[in-house]
């Protein structure tokens, strides 16, 4: 069987890169288990973060919470320490048989995303009713075998998930992990991933990325928040829609929270977004879920865009008639290459405070002035209710954004 590696979608920089062995852990022990410490505590998240407000998720949650849903992150393990993980987390398995706590960071800050639960801090998850079942495959971000991934997705279908969200790429396709997911929509559970992060200042030329590439996943493309297809998010990946995807704030295993970017962060508001429709709607397969979320989202930005962004109130209420989504073609079985988790840039201090409106004086004023701008005319395509979404002056600083 020939060796594919996986790559952790954690950081856009590193998605591209060839897999070398630079990256590998030491044969003779595990690696030691020191994931990325948060950056905020609760304390400093002041208000909802932009991504939140910007999808007016609390209107979606009027309709469904993610209340008896069980959503299976494939990914580096989820570390239960923040207070808003709390009893969302149930019992995984650990395929790398080092420890089921999460040394990457990225399977924590994925599920925080997801079903964060509400009341603790501003921030919360997209379906905080949700809970979460860790399937670790990865105790590193990259050189890691895509066979792996592909048992995640077989313990997935075993420990009855009801959707995957797998925030991981491989530049080609593997024939193990094509099965998997084939598996897994037979047996009705919806798979969302990562379009795939890119890095066109060193050169990265897109290409499609797997499993998001694969005929029936939803695939995920990130936006920035002037509402922009970010640089790293990759085009050439049969995108379904767009999300959140920069300056995303989540749960981090130390307890704390981060702030991440990638097509990574936007996938677990889509994988949020469709364990609401199957609380509404138990009754849908995983083809009509991704109908309902394609032809719900806001419309097409352009290439990389796919149906545009995800409109989590819609997806949930609107009335669609008809069958299933067309599916695409897919990509042909063939060679397998490198997967990883993509890890994010660090944003910069500026950056974050913008983006949860932390600093005061002239700063905080500038933001009230540059959020009117942005989300007053969304909003009113949105036909938001004054007041609903947005809760406290100057947040939300333009339009979603995804993670790769």
């Known amino acids: 069987m020939r060796w594919t590696a996986v790559t952790v979608l954690a950081g856009w920089l590193a998605t591209m890169l060839p897999t070398t062995a630079a990256h590998a852990a030491p044969a003779a022990s595990a ?3 020191r994931p990325e410490r948060g950056s905020l505590t609760r304390q400093q998240i002041v208000q ?5 407000q910007i999808l007016n998720i609390r209107a979606a949650h009027e309709k469904a919470t993610g209340r008896g849903v069980r959503v299976a992150v494939i990914d580096s393990g989820v570390t239960a320490e923040n207070p808003q993980l709390a009893g969302r987390v149930l019992p995984g398995v650990d395929l790398t048989k080092t420890t089921p706590r999460d040394c990457v960071g990225h399977g924590t ?3 925080g995303i997801i079903a964060a639960k509400r009341g603790v801090s501003p921030f ?3 379906a905080p009713d949700a809970q979460i079942i860790p399937i670790k495959f990865a105790n590193q971000a990259a050189n890691i075998d895509s066979g792996l991934a592909a048992k995640g ?4 279908i075993k420990l009855k ?3 995957i969200n797998v925030s991981t790429q491989s530049i080609s396709d593997d024939p193990r992990l094509r099965a998997a997911v084939q598996r897994a929509l037979a047996a009705g559970i919806v798979v969302v991933a990562a379009a795939g992060n890119v890095d066109p200042k060193n050169g990265g030329t897109p290409e499609p990325m797997y499993p998001g590439g694969y005929p029936g996943v939803i695939s995920v493309g990130a936006v920035d928040q002037s509402g922009q297809i970010t640089q790293f998010s990759n085009p050439n990946t049969p995108v379904s829609v767009i999300a959140p995807g920069k300056d995303i704030v ?3 295993p130390d307890g704390t929270y981060a702030v991440k970017d990638g097509t990574s962060f936007a996938t677990p508001i889509v994988a949020g977004v469709a364990a609401l429709i199957k609380e509404a709607h138990p009754d849908l397969t995983p083809a009509q879920i991704k109908q309902r979320i394609e032809q719900t989202a806001e419309g097409s930005k352009g290439p990389g865009s796919g149906a545009g962004m995800v409109n989590p109130y819609e997806a949930v209420t609107a009335v669609i008639s008809g069958g299933a989504p067309s599916g695409g073609t897919g990509p042909a079985a063939g060679a397998v290459a490198p997967v990883k988790i993509v890890m994010p840039e660090k944003p910069d201090p500026l950056t974050r405070n913008l983006a949860l409106s932390i600093a005061g004086g002239a700063l905080a004023l500038s933001g009230i002035v540059v959020a009117g701008g942005m989300l007053i005319p969304l909003g009113r395509r949105r036909r938001w209710r004054p007041g609903r979404a947005v809760t406290t002056p ?11």
């Open 31 to 33: 690696p030691q288990c």
């Open 48 to 52: 909802e973060p932009w991504a939140q």
């Open 109 to 111: 800050w994925v599920a």
């Open 124 to 126: 919360y998850g997209v």
């Open 153 to 156: 997705i077989e313990a997935a």
């Open 161 to 163: 998930a009801d959707v």
């Open 250 to 252: 989540t749960t981090a």
């Open 394 to 404: 100057g947040d939300g600083d333009g339009a979603g954004r995804r993670f790769r």
